[in-house]
């Protein structure tokens, strides 16, 4: 899942993302195939819609994420890591 | 009348422009950068970074125009194609993508570039590089992870992750041909008969540390190979890998050997071809590797290690390494690009 863990990646690095639902979602679906810098590399150049394209690709993939934690996790990084 | 001296040089002059081409034609070993805007571009000759082209942020896919004149370069961030002068390695042009682009092909007369789009419900992009517009999106099933042109330019090979399936398509027609596996498709390697035509492709599959071979002709797997399990268990990666343990395969430009990456081990693993017999020491990588590219005298390899920001440079024959060169960040894909 192209998402974000908590306060470490799998290199142990700490994030700045502010909690929330969408984090706790990031926190418990994400870094079991990918490191957090796979996500955070995109802060600043999606709208809300291409994070959701990103997810729904990424569940796609296998990522263990239903429809409405879709939507949230959509919405967290729109707000938190998308294009202003 | 000139004089023998003024001859003497004259016929240098016509030599030297007869030969220069062929003389001067420049290698470059191109490094995307997955997490940055910059492209290194590695001197095989000297093993340094002697050039970057910059502006394309979170770059993924590289191709090269035959001559080397340009260079495309994908963009997830922006979703765009990027072109490249290869003389001044100034952007030209962005085109814009039908969706977020992974990996991108060249054809071999270098008419058309191939864009696969990783996003639902997944194409692949077709670029016209005279008029340097989108002309087409051939609809595939799934997204498009890695999209390849044969080495002989009659079929186009796209692998999707999420519709789990190769799909051959014939590039006079961009119609599918025919599809393989069940499975998350990775990236592949191209094994060609004496005529050019496609003998095999190996292929790697998600959560699969190896690679499956291909018959074309046959248009099925014939068999799997699994890397080796040498390294001792507390020195494995235990990753995340992306749910690609072996994602990095070549074919040696001589058509000798075959070199698949594991990040598990954090090695490079050679096959001699045919045969595929697995051949002794395994180079160590110091990192998880990604993708591969030869030299065109099949001499040196490399592989971009993207949790080190460096690739590994490789002795082909002798099958060591040669020196680790810095990067940006999170290298990935990389080609050889020849200017003549």
């Known amino acids: 899942m192209l998402l974000v863990p908590a306060m470490t990646g799998a290199a142990g690095q700490k994030d700045d993302l502010p909690d929330g639902d969408g984090k706790t979602i990031l926190l418990t679906s994400c870094t079991t195939c990918h490191d957090l810098t796979e996500v955070t590399k995109l802060r600043g150049f999606y709208t809300r819609a291409q994070w959701r394209d990103v997810i729904v690709t990424m569940k ?25 | 009348m000139p004089t023998p001296s003024l001859q003497r040089l004259f016929t240098a002059g016509v030599l030297l422009a007869l030969f220069a081409p062929a003389a001067f034609a420049q290698v470059r070993i191109v490094q995307t950068n997955s997490q940055g805007d910059n492209i290194s571009l590695i001197d095989p000759a000297t093993n340094h970074v002697v050039a970057e082209v910059k502006g394309v942020p979170i770059n993924h896919g590289a191709a090269a125009s035959p001559d080397g004149s340009r260079l495309y370069f994908s963009s997830e961030a922006e979703q765009t194609l990027h072109v490249v002068d290869g003389a ?14 992974n990996n991108i092909s060249i054809s071999p007369d270098g008419r058309r570039v191939y864009v696969g789009i990783v996003s639902s419900p997944g194409a692949v992009d077709v670029i016209d590089t005279a008029s340097l517009e989108r002309v087409k999106s051939i609809p595939t ?14 079929y186009l090979v796209a692998g999707s992750i999420a519709g789990k399936l190769m799909t051959v398509i014939d590039q006079k027609t961009d119609e599918p041909v025919w599809t393989l596996f069940n499975e998350g498709v990775r ?15 190996f292929v790697q599959l998600s959560d699969f540390h190896g690679f499956a071979i291909v018959d074309f002709a046959q248009r099925k ?28 395969i070549g074919v040696a ?4 050997t075959l070199w698949v990456t594991s990040r598990p081990n954090a090695r490079v693993y050679t096959y001699s071809l045919p045969d595929l017999k697995l051949l002794p020491n395994p180079v160590d990588l110091g990192g998880r590797p990604d993708w591969v590219t030869f030299t065109p005298d099949s001499k040196l390899l490399y592989i971009a290690t993207e949790n080190t920001d460096s690739v590994v440079a490789i002795d082909v024959a002798a099958r060591k390494e040669v020196t680790r060169i810095k990067v940006g960040r999170s290298p990935k894909r990389n080609i050889t690009m020849v200017r003549r």
């Open chain 1, 60 to 84: 796609e993939y296998g990522a263990m994420v239903d429809e409405k934690q879709v939507e949230t996790l959509a919405d967290y990084l729109g707000q938190n890591l998308g294009k202003k």
């Open chain 2, 88 to 101: 001044t390695l100034q952007l030209t042009k962005k085109i814009p993508l039908s969706g977020r682009p």
């Open chain 2, 141 to 154: 099933k799934g997204g498009i992870h890695n999209v390849y042109v044969t080495p002989d330019g009659k």
């Open chain 2, 187 to 201: 990236p592949m390697a191209f094994e060609t008969n004496p005529d050019g035509s496609t003998k095999r492709i």
């Open chain 2, 221 to 248: 797997e014939t068999g799997r190979i699994e890397l080796p399990n040498d390294i001792p268990a507390d020195k494995v990666d235990k990753g995340p890998f992306n749910a690609s343990p072996s994602h990095g």
């Open chain 2, 253 to 256: 430009p001589d058509g000798k």
